[in-house]
């Protein structure tokens, strides 16, 4: 069983003129074996805090630790981190142009390998079939240039086709929803709930409660305003999409705004 912590974490960025605290002390605790749903207003910071666990040099900790089986991260670059079983579904996938689809996830598998046990060509092959065809995605997407021209849509089922690939130990997946038609909806859910098992962890980051309809938490979060103000089952998001943030700020007794008044 792998562990993943985060302790009172606290995260700036630099602006213009100014740094700014986004995360005002986050903390959480995930192991393998479990699916944990983080939801929350925009702007409040649940894309800050996957890339502060990712590594993005953008963040800056000034306070509190990241613990992947009880060893800090927060010195190691994301490579490293991925190394050591961390994946991140970007809410915007980025285009990277010249290299492939099947380029890029053999080449993102490998490095994840020791050196004298790279994957071979068949067995990357093999791997690559099976799980496009759980995906429902065409082999010609594998060798198009990686996520350039895709569809919203494309791009999200890409990376649950990386998450696949890789079988990271935990996977953050931010917004893998969004933009997500019906039936795309049910496939990316086939796919995550595909990994569940005592080996695989995953945090996932939504706005909505259908999608947890699909991918059962065994934890749901809520972020606020830079921290988790609470935690529950699943049935909590079922609450949310009922009575919305402001009921639950009034609940928690927090100011009731539903602009982000950290500025
Ligand atoms: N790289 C960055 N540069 C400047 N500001 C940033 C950066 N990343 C995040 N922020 C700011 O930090 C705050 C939190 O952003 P974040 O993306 O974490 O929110 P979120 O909870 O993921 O929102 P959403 O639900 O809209 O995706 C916002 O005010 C955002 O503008
Ligand atoms: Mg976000």
Redesign the pocket.
């Known amino acids: 069983m792998a562990t993943l912590e985060v302790k009172d974490l606290h995260v700036s960025?630099k602006?213009e003129k100014e740094t700014?605290e986004?995360l005002k002390g986050v903390n959480l605790t995930m192991n393998t074996g479990e699916i944990h749903a983080i939801m929350?207003?925009?702007?409040?910071?649940?894309?800050?805090?996957s890339?502060t666990i990712m590594g993005n040099g953008?963040?800056h900790v000034t306070q509190g630790d990241v613990l992947l089986n009880g060893e800090s991260i927060l010195g190691m670059p994301v490579d490293e981190r991925a190394r050591k079983g961390l994946f991140l579904a970007m809410?915007y996938p980025a285009e990277i142009q010249g290299v492939t689809n099947a380029e890029f996830l053999r080449a993102a598998i490998n490095a994840r390998r020791p050196e004298d046990d790279q994957i071979s060509v068949m067995a990357f092959l093999k791997e690559l079939d099976k799980n496009l065809s759980l995906l429902d995605m065409s082999e010609q997407m594998t060798e198009r240039y990686l996520n350039e021209g895709f569809s919203g849509g494309e791009k999200k089922r890409n990376e649950i086709l990386q998450l696949l690939m890789i079988k990271p130990s935990f996977a953050l997946l931010?917004?893998i929803d969004s933009g997500l038609d019906i039936d795309a909806l049910q496939v990316v859910s086939k796919g995550v709930n595909s990994l569940r098992g005592d080996n695989f962890g995953s945090l996932i980051?939504t706005?909505y409660q259908r999608l947890l309809n699909y991918i059962v938490p065994d934890v749901v979060h809520v972020?606020m305003d830079g921290r988790i103000v609470k935690s529950g089952d699943a049935d909590l998001a079922k609450k949310l999409e009922k009575e919305g943030y402001a009921g639950l700020r009034d609940e928690l007794g927090l100011k009731v705004s539903l602009v982000?008044d950290?500025r």
């Open positions: 960025i602006e700014r986004i929350g207003p925009n702007g409040t910071g649940k894309s800050t805090l890339q953008a963040y809410q931010d917004e980051i706005h972020m982000d950290n």
